[in-house]
């Protein structure tokens, strides 16, 4: 069985919906993949997780690394048996949440030199290193060791950090083809970076497509950039990056942007925004963003979306999980977060079936308006 | 259908089983009701509570009194429909809250004063007041007003109190008897007060039974007093109390509390012990008890308990629980918290088979044995 089958491109757009076959499960795109940090995807439990239709989750290198190290972790017999998730586990390298530290890391070019956020302690992440522990975490598709350069670097320092991106993924694809997993087949996907520079994207998007890796993502955007910047880079990556191919756009986004990089030809999409979103009081829906926090919410009987079909809004009222808020109480945070993921991956679930009616450029247009919308 | 129907008395000791009718369900006995403060049982959604097989919950009259307010709940009918629970639900009559303000509180002959904890707004509750509010709610099961005396209290103060708390019984008997409620059949407990005093309490078990209640709650008691001086006073009230009305004990309390308690004749039990200690990290086993966030259960691969049918013990080990307190993970929360109120469940489940099979007292010996210990 081949890893990636691509189902059908869309006539009047990039759009395209395709299947991915791994040992725990396959994965129809377009699909978002909830954010699990810490090997739980925040306030809900795997069963919730199911019910709403999740595919694949992601968890971060960086965090389980650290705690509760990758070596217990494959201790209890990988990530999936850990934490009880019998689905597709994504696992990111770690280097953004590295290069986020700023301060207390150090670029050279075998790796990235860094101290941990929790106690100080220093580690060296290397294209290597990151592998192991992706090998000893068990996910299904792992992700290369690369540099995401600050939306504001120089074009010279954009240049070099594709350059060492590049030396890193090439290292990354030379393990890659020697690769023992511990559990279960795993898949490897090459990072385009280039931050907002057309050409340095493309070369990046070139070289990478050379370095033939079973799937790609396209990284260093929604970093600050202008949403014409970021559509632009996207474009330019799936112009370039093959058909046959599965492509991820990482950290991506609002609705609308996922709806808009769909359109530009992007498959996977990973974003805290449906989670954080979620406990800090603002759902989304069909109709627009709703900040139930708010006051005008109290005496509200009407579910979050009564069109959505999540155990939040067949359960409860708007009422009902603004008091739960107002109090602190932790099922409202549940109850939000239910219902916010599984809006987007209603969102992704419907662009799949209209990419398959041939209707996905309306469809997506009459969208757009409604979820840039506040209620 | 009566409210009350006793099925069996123990032959050995004083324990007892027991049905209660209610419009939203029956209740078996011995029966323990997870406390559900602000609306909900802390982490938990109904979907959960029902499969761990929680028969009845308790709510607090006060907190919902001030947020979100019993006519805001009136306005969604009722406190079932707005957290939808479907199952029975009992409220306090919010007299222990407001007593335990001790500072910003002020009794009367006609009720207490107080000033809301929230935002130090003045409010009085009478024995009317707390029924109305109860109405609103729509509780099935319902307690009147009533003084809970400090531990430490003078036998002149307690008997003062005593005879208020009876003053307001009366009154509060007087209403229910022209009870008129807005939702469905509500029935009306009185409390046993009296502290450590035995005539004081055997004077209040007797006088309340002459007002003929629906069934009786144990008050004032775990506030301080020793085990001996609870167990004493417990089987005082039981003594006198009428057989064929259910008996509640307030507020009680750790497991063997709970079997010493259904030995006495008691048939209700809340706490927030199942709840909170979960939340900090303590869980009980038919085993004993386990300080679940320490070190050495980091590596641990076996359940919480591996003969519990909960949700938590069935697919997940100590060690990710662990895990999850350790980075501060809500779904810790939630795992621990299911257990621990399935065990309190089981506990008091088991209880009611025992005493139907006659073997009631050579089990609680044993369990008592075993809950007590630190694992």
């Not at 017999?77 to 953004?96: C, E, V, Y």
């Amino acid at each position: 069985m081949d890893f990636f089958q691509l189902r059908i491109t869309d006539h009047n757009t990039k759009a395209r919906s395709a299947t991915l076959f791994t040992a725990n499960g396959i994965i129809e795109t377009p699909v978002f993949m909830p954010v699990g940090t810490q090997a739980t995807v925040k306030t809900l439990s795997p069963d919730e997780l199911y019910e709403i239709r999740s595919q694949i989750i992601l968890a971060n290198t960086y965090h389980l690394y650290l705690r509760p190290g990758d070596g217990l972790i494959r201790g209890f017999g990988g990530l999936h048996r850990f934490m009880n998730w019998k689905k597709p586990i994504l696992t990111d390298s770690g280097g953004f949440q590295v290069f986020s530290l700023k301060d207390i890391r150090k670029i050279n070019a075998e790796g990235v030199l860094f101290q941990s956020h929790l106690d100080g302690s220093r580690h060296m992440f290397t294209p290597e290193k990151v592998l192991d522990i992706q090998r000893n975490l068990g996910s299904d598709i792992m992700m290369v060791l690369d540099e995401c350069p600050a939306h504001t670097s120089t074009t010279e320092y954009l240049y070099k950090s594709h350059e060492l991106t590049l030396k890193w993924a090439r290292q990354a694809r030379q393990i890659f083809e020697r690769w023992e997993p511990l559990y279960h087949p795993q898949y490897l996907f090459g990072i385009v970076q280039g931050g907002i520079n057309p050409d340095i994207r493309s070369a990046s998007a070139r070289l990478l497509t050379e370095l033939d890796f079973p799937g790609y993502a396209i990284g260093g955007l929604a970093v600050g950039e202008s949403k014409k910047e970021m559509a632009a880079m996207i474009n330019i990556s799936t112009d370039i990056l093959p058909a046959d191919k599965p492509r991820y756009l990482m950290g991506v986004g609002k609705p609308e942007d996922i709806l808009n990089a769909i359109e530009s030809g992007v498959d996977m999409f990973d974003c805290v925004m449906p989670t954080r979103n979620a406990r800090n009081g603002t759902v989304f829906t069909k109709h627009g963003r709703i900040v139930l926090k708010g006051g005008r919410f109290k005496e509200d009987q009407e579910p979050i979306d009564a069109s959505c079909d999540c155990y939040t809004c067949r359960n409860f009222s708007r009422g009902y999980i603004r008091h739960l808020y107002n109090t602190g109480e932790i099922l409202g945070l549940r109850l939000a977060t239910i219902h916010n993921l599984r809006f987007y991956l209603w969102l992704t679930g419907t662009a799949r079936e209209e990419i398959m009616n041939g209707n996905f450029k309306l469809w997506k247009d009459e969208m757009i308006d409604k979820v840039t919308h506040t209620i």
